[in-house]
């Protein structure tokens, strides 16, 4: 059988799911993340070094202890998407997808017949390695628990948010508010947080899922996180490296005090 996504449940059924951020080769943090009780781990092959086969280990340890594993591929090609899918990826995070054709394309690539035209894999890990479900009910399971998640990430994409979040097949629209900063020419804060308020308000009146990263959400701020909560904004994520720095910060200062 298909594992069931347990982030995309909770996240259709209007809670918020909160995942954490690994951008190197290391299943023992996505373990840890499960082991602390996150809902799923963004693994990042955009910004990250890891490949897709290092992605299929940090896979395996999501589904070890049952955390929902998602990818930020490092492009949109059809090609790259099948990879880490098959691989086990759950949910996809797609970079710089600006216009309703991108999204549409991005859909398209990520489901099986009758939603698209990914490449079959019936006897994939995906499927137990063919010992799953037969073709028809394995297309079906694993075009239902795929969360596809577009990136938002310039004023192009702002203002298109209406029509890529119409697009059948895809789940969430997440603002990626650092590439989006410099997109705008790097304006005062207000503006951009302007920005993502109508990339939220667009989302939500399509009926999907949003999302926001960076922003000042950092583990030091969650009255940040809350601020977007009250919002609708029920797919958050939060940094490995804002872990590190803010116990090691908070260690060495009262060591040393």
Not at 32 to 44: A, M, T
Not at 160 to 183: C, E, F, K, R, Y
Not at 223 to 249: C, W
Request: include cysteine.
């Amino acid at each position: 059988m298909v594992r069931t996504n347990r982030a995309k449940a909770k996240l259709l059924a209007g809670e918020i799911a909160v995942g954490g951020s690994v951008n190197f080769y290391a299943p023992v943090i996505v373990e840890l993340y499960g082991v602390l009780g996150f809902d799923w781990v963004w693994i990042d092959c955009e910004h990250g070094s890891s490949n897709d086969s290092e992605s299929e280990n940090m896979i395996r340890a999501a589904e070890l202890h049952d955390i929902t594993p998602v990818v930020r591929v490092p492009n949109a090609e059809p090609s790259t998407l099948l990879r880490f899918l098959d691989r086990g990826a759950q949910g996809l995070i797609v970079p710089h997808v600006n216009t309703r054709a991108a999204a549409a394309a991005v859909a398209k690539a990520s489901h099986y017949y009758p939603l698209g035209d990914r490449s079959s894999a019936t006897g994939g890990r995906t499927n137990r390695l063919g010992s799953g479900l037969p073709p028809a009910e394995y297309y079906a399971a694993a075009n239902r628990e795929t969360l596809v998640i577009c990136m938002v990430e310039t004023p192009e994409a702002v203002a298109n948010v209406p029509d890529i979040a119409s697009v059948n097949g895809v789940d969430a629209i997440l603002v990626g508010s650092s590439d989006l900063t410099q997109a705008m020419g790097m304006p005062p804060p207000a503006d951009v947080d302007a920005a993502i308020s109508q990339v939220i308000d667009s989302t939500l009146a399509a009926g999907k899922i949003i999302g926001v990263a960076g922003a000042g959400m950092t583990v030091d701020n969650v009255a940040r996180y809350r601020q977007f909560a009250a919002r609708g904004v029920h797919l958050m994520s939060v940094n490995l490296q804002d872990f590190v720095r803010q116990s090691a910060a908070r260690f060495l200062s009262d060591l040393r005090a």
